[in-house]
């Protein structure tokens, strides 16, 4: 798991070199933003189904220098929380694309976390697989 894990950072690492890190958003980021706020309504509001429908198998969240946790881990700990209110705007957010795999980095506004998800698109579905945030003191 370890071993995919640092192929796919070293994947992307190199595409992001080849092909000159694109900033330029897509002409429309509809599907890729109609999925992710699916994916965070998903996670305050404790919805198993639709975050599991949302993330790869192989997805990993890594917070506040925490343990990693796998897509597994992080439903059970979202579903044995509950709902947890409702989520906050993003400010900075910034797309960048590179081929199938989009990189959402931002700022969440009143909660002051920093935080990177990485998308890719698969069979026409984006699927997030990667998820990295940080509160800001």
């Given at each position: 798991?370890?071993?995919?894990?640092?192929?796919?950072v070293l994947v992307?690492?190199?595409?992001?070199?080849?092909?000159?890190?694109?900033?330029?958003?897509?002409?429309?980021?509809?599907?890729?933003?109609?999925?992710?706020?699916?994916?965070?309504?998903?996670?305050?509001?404790?919805?198993?189904?639709?975050?599991?429908?949302?993330?790869?198998?192989?997805?990993?969240?890594?917070?506040?220098?925490?343990?990693?946790?796998?897509?597994?881990?992080?439903?059970?700990?979202?579903?044995?929380?509950?709902?947890?209110?409702?989520?906050?705007?993003?400010?900075?957010e910034e797309i960048?694309?590179?081929?199938?795999?989009?990189?959402?980095?931002?700022?969440?506004?009143?909660?002051?976390?920093?935080?990177?998800?990485?998308?890719?698109?698969?069979?026409?579905?984006?699927?997030?697989?990667?998820?990295?945030?940080?509160?800001?003191?």
């Amino acid at each position: 798991m370890k071993f995919m894990l640092l192929v796919s950072v070293l994947v992307l690492a190199y595409g992001a070199q080849v092909q000159a890190a694109s900033k330029r958003p897509a002409a429309n980021d509809a599907d890729l933003k109609n999925a992710e706020q699916q994916w965070v309504n998903a996670y305050y509001s404790a919805d198993g189904a639709t975050l599991s429908r949302l993330e790869a198998d192989d997805f990993m969240v890594i917070a506040n220098g925490e343990k990693p946790q796998s897509k597994k881990e992080q439903i059970a700990s979202v579903a044995g929380r509950g709902p947890a209110g409702v989520p906050a705007p993003n400010v900075e957010e910034e797309i960048r694309h590179y081929g199938n795999v989009a990189v959402i980095t931002g700022l969440s506004e009143s909660s002051h976390t920093r935080f990177t998800t990485v998308w890719v698109k698969r069979n026409g579905q984006w699927k997030v697989v990667h998820l990295h945030y940080s509160t800001e003191n």
